[in-house]
């Protein structure tokens, strides 16, 4: 199992940005993928971004690319979300997602974001 910290999140006018932040312990030779998920009030659980740092592989949402930039630090077990010209649309319930080589999620307990217009 794979435990998290995530910190970061917060209300923010559109147009500004936030950092979101994860810390991972525990068993963390179990994790192939680590990424970033958000679900909006009503909605389902959706893929924001997705980090192999070993290989230096990112992956991004369409409704993301260009504005949010994640990044991994396995020496520190560390992954960061810098998300930028924030819309009220990516207003939503952020989680730090841990994919294990097993095809398992571990997931984090989540992080409020709210843009405002």
């Known amino acids: 199992q794979v435990q998290f910290v995530e910190s970061g999140g917060g209300l923010v006018q559109a147009g500004g940005s936030l950092r979101l932040s994860c810390t991972y312990s525990?068993?963390?030779?179990?994790?192939?993928?680590m990424g970033w998920y958000r679900q909006a009030p009503g909605k389902q659980r959706e893929w924001v971004a997705t980090?192999?740092?070993?290989?230096?592989?990112?992956n991004y949402a369409e409704a993301v690319k260009g504005r949010f930039t994640i990044s991994g630090d396995n020496a520190k077990n560390i992954v960061n979300l810098q998300m930028n010209s924030l819309k009220p649309e990516d207003t939503a319930v952020y989680y730090c997602?841990?994919?294990?080589?097993?095809?398992?999620?571990?997931w984090g307990q989540g992080t409020q974001v709210t843009v405002s217009s």
């Open positions: 997602n841990a994919k294990l080589w097993t095809g398992s999620d571990n």
């Open positions: 525990g068993n963390t030779a179990s994790i192939n993928i």
């Open positions: 980090v192999i740092s070993r290989l230096g592989i990112t």
